[in-house]
């Protein structure tokens, strides 16, 4: 299971992060043969919605200059400390601005949201962050799995097959 063999993925994470949507994505692309990098606004450990803690490896700052293939955003109460964050915003963009997968699920996309990037996009989430995807412009679209253009969004941990699938699906094209 070598399919994203040389392929670099970021996942972002703060305290209150959902749990499966964190550890599902770290455990599948690592799987695969990508080399995955947990980042934090911190090196401290953090604690998910249901209690499990890791430890980052890297912080935000200290990958802001590097170049991944994907950046994931899990949801739970962790998106709103990381769209607090200049660096997570800045990195973010950067990702966007070089074409890399940005895939967020749940609330992940209030990051897209805080960064500018959801205007004219069609997205999808948890149903609470609905409204704000379509005040900052996006086309809010209840599905499994959104993918616009770089931009992949799913709406809870029970789309995590399919996301996983279309970021799979996105980074070997």
């Known amino acids: 299971m070598d399919e994203l063999k040389g392929k670099r993925i970021a996942i972002l994470v703060a305290e209150g992060f959902e749990d499966l949507e964190f550890f599902y994505p770290l455990i599948r692309f690592t799987e ?15 604690k998910g919605k249901h209690g499990i803690g890791f430890t980052p490896t890297r912080t935000v700052k200290e990958i802001a200059n590097e170049d991944f293939d994907c950046v994931i955003i899990p949801g739970g109460s962790a998106p709103k400390k ?21 895939a967020a699920i749940c609330h992940g ?14 997205l999808t989430a948890y149903r609470a962050v609905k409204d704000e995807i ?25 789309d995590l097959p399919a996301f996983s699938k279309a970021i799979i699906s996105a980074l070997t094209a």
Not at 88 to 102: A, N, P, T, W
Request: aromatic share 6%.
């Open 109 to 122: 996309p209030q990051v897209l949201v805080s960064a500018g990037l959801a205007k004219g996009r069609k």
């Open 134 to 158: 379509v005040n900052a412009g996006g086309d809010f679209d209840y599905v499994e799995v959104r993918r616009d253009d770089n931009i992949i969004t799913s709406r809870f941990p029970e």
């Open 82 to 102: 990381l769209r607090e964050s200049r660096e997570v915003l800045d990195f973010v963009r950067k990702s966007h601005e070089r074409g890399r997968i940005l």
């Open 32 to 46: 695969a043969g990508a080399d995955v990098v947990v980042a934090g606004l911190t090196k401290d450990e953090v």
